[in-house]
């Protein structure tokens, strides 16, 4: 049998690398960054961990970078069987002096970006009868954060996308998730996180940060057959923050 496709946003570093990681050799991967250093460094992930794949750009905030990643793989004939949105920024800034551009960046990588991949490679899943779209969200959408409307809203919409998504796509045997992380170490917390640890930590029930890897071992479980039943949820992997 062919390899089925991978296609994981913001592969290079934090949760992405790690869902990257997670995966087997019985995978094709496009693993996308927005830069040259970034794209250098998922290329030699997966030669170090002897995947077959390639690093693609995409920066989810410039429309015509989405078009040129989405014709560059249709050049290639190569559709992902599995699309893990997960790369993501954060703005932060209390509403009072949230920037346009604070707002209008967050909402583009995260949800609209999200639409705009989903719209792409859908039709070739249904085509195929077979897919998997794991949208990754946040603790920020059901708890809400100061300093994060942005984010929160962005994370929020993507939840209900999925559930509407997840009913559309039911039949044609395509699930739907969002998998919802509360604090994981990664580049995107480094501010928060430094010097707060224990702070955090005292009020997360399992007393501890989470690690990109226990992220990426429930994307995993939810892209694998054992998973064929799960639909329309957002599975919240957060250590008890919110439950
Ligand atoms: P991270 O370490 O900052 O990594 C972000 C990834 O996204 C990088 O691969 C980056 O690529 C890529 N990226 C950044 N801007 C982009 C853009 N404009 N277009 C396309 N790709 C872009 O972040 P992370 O913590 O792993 O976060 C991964 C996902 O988990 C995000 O959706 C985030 O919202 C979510 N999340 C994280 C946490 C947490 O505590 N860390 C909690 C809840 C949810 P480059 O290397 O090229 O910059």
């Known amino acids: 049998m062919s390899k089925k496709n991978v296609l994981i946003t913001g592969a290079s570093r934090g949760i992405g690398k790690a869902i990257l990681e997670s995966f087997g050799r019985e995978y094709y991967f496009i693993a996308t960054a927005t830069n040259d250093q970034s794209l250098k460094d998922i290329e030699n992930n997966l030669q170090k961990l002897n995947l077959e794949g390639h690093a693609c750009k ?20 190569i559709s992902p069987h599995i699309l893990i949105n997960n790369a993501g920024i954060t703005r932060d800034n209390i509403m009072l002096r949230m920037k346009e551009d604070e707002w209008d960046d967050v909402i583009n990588v995260h949800l609209n970006g999200q639409y705009f991949l989903i719209k792409s490679f859908i039709k070739k899943m249904v085509k195929n009868k077979w897919g998997r779209i794991i949208n990754i969200s946040s603790t920020s959408a059901a708890l809400g ?99």
Do not use: W
């Open 58 to 77: 995409l920066n989810l905030e410039d429309r015509n970078s989405i078009k040129e990643f989405v014709s560059s793989l249709e050049d290639q004939d």
């Open 145 to 243: 954060n100061k300093g994060q409307a942005n984010y929160a809203a962005a994370k929020a919409g993507i939840e209900a996308m999925s559930r509407s998504l997840a009913r559309e796509l039911g039949a044609r045997n395509i699930n739907v998730n969002c998998v919802a992380p509360g604090f994981v170490e990664t580049d995107m917390t480094k501010d928060i996180i430094d010097g707060n640890e224990d702070l955090l930590a005292s009020q997360i029930p399992l007393g501890r940060l989470g690690k990109p890897e226990e992220i990426a071992d429930v994307v995993n479980f939810l892209a694998s057959e054992e998973a064929n039943y799960i639909t329309g949820q957002t599975i919240h992997v957060n250590g008890g923050l919110f439950m």
